[in-house]
């Protein structure tokens, strides 16, 4: 598992002309590669070296694809860093061709015989954890809903074997925002299907406070949730504040009671609801943990499970990608339109898809955003894409869907949670502690030397590709393995710990 002490470039598609170091120290000036190429610059580890002499105006290739153009001549060995690279423009998205409807798409093998275990619900989907949700309408009841949680958590669940613990949805939606705006419609969908998760069992109680924009029946509709029950605080009947904490424990025991009743059993792979993102990444997320995650997707749709990869300004530049691979026609301008309605709610804000990248991608090797995209849309491996989700909608699976969210980490996992998510998978290079209450989130860690630091928060470990000790398809089975583990009730680092990132509401509409 440790890395070669030889010097260790890769190469990524056979027309690219840099490579990127693999070596965990980096590598010297004047360093021998293989190929008999000598370094002129110290380059670091996860940054890029020109394998050839580049003219200036000379386009940078790597996964094959042109990353940026060379602002001067950039000599062999050299490296290649952000400043001596100018970014390409954005593709237009209103002349993309569109798949031709008559097209015969490949035909994926089937992957059978899998299971995990899981609790099954009345509406078809499968939980892989069997959680309380306590829903509300608005931020002002959000420190009594704390109070309320943490006395469920020390006085009733010990009662309760069965159920693995109480989440709080707790958010800053609900009241001070125009909730007839165009597009507020996305925050409360969004609401509104987290509340519908699988791990919440088909069943929410609801807090709210009584003078609020968000009313329960517009967050919930009659007949949204099968199993659902209300504490209003302003209601006459509390008098004082334990008297709300109160009734909030009562009615958290009707339904405790009944989710104790819930056993796991066998259900096919196909149940699985798998959304993957990254999150702190370098250079070596779109060598190694991406391409594993990849991997993966192909056979988790294969075994007729649902897969949602997201994050749109990591994935704008990859469209024609995209677009080639959609089912249908339809599927393709659904992503063309997603993809305009995000360039558009960017520009409103003065930025475009360049704003995605950070100083911390930048230091793991990153030059831009098109790089950064040919490294994340490798997540979504090979097979077709199958839908389109709106932001805060839910996914109609089974198949590979474009999730059109943020990249932003807790917003795009809010989202994934609100189209029906039920395991998680986060690969990360520079390293975040990142987790969801409602769902377990296996980390994937890029390289070795961020796994060893980190042993007891990254649940698996993809550098062994980069140290050249385990292949693409080694990890990415082992990534199969460990989801259907998860889901089965294997505990995350995150939940060990019990870390958990607040849920973050994408509202691109108006604050009054
Ligand atoms: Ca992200």
Redesign the pocket.
């Known amino acids: 598992m440790s890395t070669p002490a030889l010097p260790h470039v890769i190469r990524m598609h056979a027309s690219d002309n840099v490579a990127i170091v693999g070596n965990s120290g980096g590598l010297r000036a004047g360093t021998v590669l293989d190929s008999g190429l000598v370094l002129r610059d110290q380059v670091p580890q996860a940054h890029k070296v020109a394998l050839v002499d580049l003219s200036a105006g000379q386009p940078v290739l790597r996964y094959g694809v042109e990353i940026g153009r060379a602002k001067a001549a950039i000599a062999a060995g050299s490296w290649v860093h952000e400043r001596l690279l100018e970014m390409p423009a954005a593709r237009a998205l209103h002349d993309l061709p569109l798949p031709d409807a008559a097209r015969a798409l490949p035909v994926l093998e089937p992957l059978q015989g899998y299971t995990f275990e899981g609790y099954r619900n009345a509406d078809g989907s499968v939980a892989t954890r069997n959680l309380l949700a306590i829903t509300t309408t608005v931020q002002c009841v959000a420190g009594v809903l704390e109070v309320a949680v943490q006395r469920i958590r020390e006085e009733l669940l010990a009662q309760y074997p069965n159920v693995d613990g109480v989440v709080g949805l707790e958010h800053s939606y609900g009241c001070g925002v125009a909730i007839d705006a165009p597009d507020a419609p996305i925050p409360i969908r969004t609401l509104r299907h987290i509340s519908q998760n699988p791990n919440f069992g088909g069943e929410a109680m609801v807090l709210s406070l009584g003078c609020e924009k968000l009313q329960p029946e517009r967050l919930l509709p009659e007949g949204s949730i099968a199993v659902i029950s209300q504490v209003r605080l302003q209601d006459s009947e509390h008098v004082g504040f334990m008297a709300m904490i109160d009734h909030i424990l009562a009615t958290a025991k009707t339904h405790l009671e009944r989710l104790n009743q819930r056993r796991r059993e066998t259900v096919p792979a196909s149940a699985l609801v798998v959304g993957v ?3 702190g990444s370098d250079a070596f997320s779109g060598v190694t943990a991406n391409p594993a995650v990849g991997y993966c997707t192909d056979l988790l749709v294969r075994a007729g499970a649902t897969v949602l990869f997201s ?1 749109t300004t990591e994935v704008r530049d990859a469209i024609e990608q995209m677009t080639a691979r959609a089912a249908t026609p339809e599927v393709a301008q659904r992503m063309i339109d997603e993809m305009a309605w995000y360039d558009a709610y960017l520009a409103r804000g003065g930025v475009d898809r360049s704003a995605n990248t950070t100083p911390g991608n930048k230091a793991g090797g990153l030059s831009n955003i098109v790089e950064k995209a040919m490294g994340s849309i490798i997540k979504s491996g090979t097979v077709p894409i199958n839908g389109v989700v709106s932001p805060g909608d839910k996914a109609q699976g089974p198949g590979l869907f474009y999730a059109a969210t943020p ?3 807790f917003i ?1 996992g809010t989202l994934q949670l609100a189209a029906g998510m039920n395991v998680h998978v986060f690969t990360t290079g520079r390293g975040t502690p990142y987790g969801l209450e409602a769902c377990p989130v296996i980390k994937v860690a890029t390289r070795t030397e961020l796994a060893q630091r980190w042993h007891d928060l990254m649940d698996l470990n993809a550098g062994p590709i980069a140290d050249g000790t385990a292949s693409v398809a080694d990890v990415g089975w082992q990534l199969f393995h460990l989801l259907l583990a998860t889901a089965s009730g294997r505990k995350t680092w995150a939940e060990h710990w019990k870390l958990h990132n607040s849920l973050v509401l994408f509202n691109p509409a108006p604050i009054t």
């Open positions: 993102q990254c999150g994050e990249a932003s980490d795009c």
